[in-house]
């Protein structure tokens, strides 16, 4: 049975949240420290951590190892309290992640196999498989605090809405997964899970202002300002696939012209990889081309990593195009920090060596220069952990 989160509601509750939060960015803490953090008494922060504990949020890590004098005692998350799940939702697969209460990541289950429609039936498989991996997890379903789904497209965290997924248009759904999974359940547009998923447990360290990029079949992008996560004033901000930037003429997936997607995506790259096939450009793809298949990003992938010409030649023509619109970013943002991440982030140097020529040439020199290039260091687990600390951050309240 998951613990109790109602005392966060409660009398205190706003400096109960406090002290979850504390212990989430900084860890374990003694009760001088923290209150002297908080800026509490220490007959108040004692009290309040009496009832987290009581609570089963908290638990007691015994003496600090210090040296000499009186040692004080350390609190600290207890991560038996419960778990979250986190599962993003791909074009034709799933991941699922499971994290404790502390945060740690107990178990991902990469790329399921399934297909996601607009049908209740479909649904009901997803939740399905979420149940089956808990069981393969050792985890019972009431051990579960919250939920939380990262899909494609525009997502209304706030209502629940997902403009992409849905089975009724009067239902958000939210509602829907609540009932079929009998626990709440929180969504997010992918791009922004993964970019929180990088915030709390990737690479990002102490940088309070950064831009995720999710270069996979679409072009997504996740903003953290200031060490939140910024929605704009509808919720759906980060739609660097839709600046209208390039001349190429191909039609995006919203039916616009024009679009960086068509350019600088999984999608463009796939495009450009059959046009050069159709050109009759040799490659290593070829065979598959030749059998009247279109070869997946997988492939192309796989060609690069064997130094395949046409594809280190695809990759090259989208990473430019994606540096030519980082570069806008870049001037507009002047984040400390760009992480690269989705599907595309895999071919590594190909990608990167283009972006950043590209970033060189049309960014300002006094903006960019202080900003760092990183690759994702959770790739393909991303937006599954991203999407569990999400449910943590939301159920309890700490956004």
């Not at 991996?133 to 985890?139: G, S, V, W």
């Not at 024009?258 to 065979?287: F, H, P, Y």
Request: with cysteine; net charge negative; hydrophobic share 35%.
């Amino acid at each position: 049975m998951a613990a109790s989160v109602e005392t966060l509601q409660g009398r205190n509750g706003a400096l109960k949240r406090d002290i979850i939060s504390h212990c989430i960015h900084n860890g374990d803490f003694s009760i001088p420290d923290l209150g002297a953090e908080l800026e509490v008494s220490i007959p108040t922060a004692t009290k309040c951590v009496s009832e987290l504990m009581d609570a089963g949020l908290l638990e007691d890590l015994g003496k600090a190892g210090t040296s000499g004098g009186r040692k004080p005692s350390l609190y600290g998350l207890n991560p038996s309290a419960g778990y979250f799940v986190g599962t993003e939702v791909h074009r034709e697969t799933i991941t699922i992640a499971v994290t404790n209460f502390k945060g740690q990541v107990v178990q991902v289950f990469h790329d399921v196999k399934f297909v996601l429609d607009n049908s209740e039936s479909r649904y009901q498989d997803m939740c399905q498989i979420i149940g089956r991996c808990l069981t393969e997890a050792e985890i019972n379903r009431d051990e579960v605090m919250a939920y939380c789904f990262g899909f494609t497209g525009r997502v209304n965290h706030s209502t629940g809405y997902s403009m992409s997924y849905f089975i009724d248009e009067n239902r958000p759904i939210s509602e829907v997964l609540e009932q079929m999974l009998q626990g709440p359940v929180f969504i997010e547009n992918d791009s922004r899970a993964m970019t929180y998923g990088e915030y709390t447990n990737g690479i990002i360290q102490d940088e309070k202002n950064i831009v995720f990029i999710n270069a996979s079949w679409g072009l997504g992008m996740g903003l953290i300002l200031d060490g939140k996560l910024y929605y704009g004033q509808s919720g759906f901000s980060g739609e660097i696939g839709h600046f209208p930037m390039l001349s190429n003429g191909h039609i995006c997936q919203c039916g616009k012209t024009g679009c960086l997607e068509t350019g600088a995506s999984g999608m463009a790259l796939s495009r450009i990889v059959k046009e050069k096939l159709d050109s009759g450009m040799a490659s290593t793809l070829r065979a598959k081309y030749n059998e009247k298949e279109t070869p997946s990003l997988g492939d192309i992938m796989e060609a690069l990593k064997n130094e395949d010409v046409l594809a280190i030649e695809a990759i090259e023509e989208v990473g430019s195009n994606l540096g030519k619109g980082l570069a806008g970013v870049i001037n507009i943002f002047n984040p400390q920090l760009v992480v690269v991440g989705g599907l595309l982030s895999e071919a590594k140097d190909y990608l990167l060596l283009p972006m950043m020529t590209a970033i060189n040439k049309y960014s300002l020199r006094l903006v960019c220069k202080e900003t760092e290039i990183k690759f994702s260091r959770l790739g393909s687990k991303c937006g599954a952990i991203g999407a569990c600390s999400l449910a943590r951050t939301r159920l309890l309240g700490l956004e």
